[in-house]
């Protein structure tokens, strides 16, 4: 639900900014909002656990995320919208590392491999269908009905955890004894790294006061809270966790992978409309095809970590994963649905890999008292990198159509003969129709002008994708500096 929420209003944020009269670049703050809040808050959750409950905690920010939700449907401007948005990251983010810490203190060790899996399954699989059920739900209903998809799963959800999840008392005394200088410092760094990284290029980076200045209070924020977390007695968050090797080097590539999962999914959607000129449904049935084939290989990844070393797992993913990057990279203005399905079927098949295996190698010996910490860095540097990757790939595809432009525009000069005879085919399918030649002259070089900007485009994204494949080529070989790890995944009492 929280990051469906993400994928599925960024798929109707066209709509949703005409329907508030807002600009651009107001509407882009509708998930930058978002985004901020979320990341602040991942890091923070297993810390609430302990002071509210687990089951009051996870309950009780659903209902607000559900409330929420509905009230963005209803919101009058856009000002009211980013509110309410930044309001619904702060609870909707709590879901994503609850329910990872849920498996790892709740589940005997035989049984977190599967639960995971399952975990993993559902995190992937919004990324993949909020775009075509967002785009089916506009178009049909219109844009507000996108937050009333939330009702239905989260009462259900409410339901179960109330039912499910263990009576357990407050521990209210932790707000006395609470590491509130780290916490203000975190929420400053990561909500100011996170404007930086969303905004950023939008604004041309260090050509604005509020990306300079939010860099530097990013950068400033985030060095005294790792300063003040390692020195600390009661921090919130166990950083000396990314101490452990396996565990480090595993959020490293947890990083990359968020580059990679969120980066194709900001790229696709762009491609497809400003190439193809698709809606947001059509753009959605393109990227479901990262979702379909996850629900059947799911099985097969918890079955094989019976029998191989989760690193080469982890490697196998790694490497499919990139090369379906690489299967990007000869992108022609024909370029559509038949060819980036196989591209996102392969990138289906090695995203299992990666984060089953991953979440176990990461998880696999840390003890339950450490699992809201390692939910909320696990998770956390996910999200992390899947807002650098962002940012990383607006910019250079920017930077590469300039260059492209340059080097296209320098053939396209009135003494060069292809050129003329295109101009001159042009011209005379233009006066066909209006009978005019000076305005089928002006026709014609504003369509080869057209053409022009089309093809680099084109060519920016096709070294974007080659960008995240050498990405996933130089992040292979980190993933054997993992120690061996075998999970345990047979029966056991009481199971």
Partial sequence: MAVLNIMITNASLKDIQGALSATMEEGSWVSTSFLAAEIVIIPLSGWMCQVFSLRRYIVGTTIVFLILSVMTAFAWDIYSMIVIRALSGFAGGALIPVSFSIILTTLPASKQPIGLGIWSLTATQAPS????????????????????????????????LWYGLPRE???LSLLKEGDWFGILLMAIGLAASTIVLEEGNRKDWFGSDLIVRGTIVGVVALSLFILVELR????????????????????????????????????????????????????????????I??????????KLMQFVDPRKLVAFGVTVFGASYFMNVFLTHDSA????????????????????????????????????????LFNGMRNLGGAIGIATLATFVTRRQHFHSNHVMQKLSSYDPETLDKVEQLQQHFLDFNGDLDLARTQALSSLRHIARQETLVLAYSDAFFLLGCAFAITLPIVFFLTPTKPSLGNSNGD
Avoid at 263 to 283: C, D, E, R
Avoid at 293 to 302: G, H, R, S, T
């Fill in 337 to 376: 649905y038949d060819q980036f399905m196989w591209a996102n079927i392969v990138r289906s098949m090695g995203q299992p890999f990666i984060l089953v295996c991953l979440s176990v190698v990461a998880t696999t010996g840390l003890d339950k008292e450490h699992a809201g910490s390692a939910s909320g």
């Fill in 129 to 160: 269908l909020g775009p075509t059920l967002g785009g089916w739900l506009t178009e049909s209903y219109g844009w507000e009905y996108i937050f009333y998809l939330q009702l239905i799963p989260g009462l259900v959800m409410v339901s179960g």
């Fill in 293 to 302: 084939p996850q629900l059947f290989l799911v099985p097969v990844v918890i």
């Fill in 169 to 171: 008392k407050m521990n």
């Fill in 232 to 291: 600390g007695r009661n921090p919130f968050i166990n950083l000396r966790l990314l101490g452990r090797r396996n565990f480090a080097i595993a959020n490293l590539v947890n990083v990359i992978f968020g580059m990679g999962l969120f980066g194709s999914i900001y790229l696709l959607p762009l491609y497809f409309a400003q190439i193809q000129g698709y809606n947001s449904f059509q753009i959605g049935t393109v990227i479901m095809w990262t979702g």
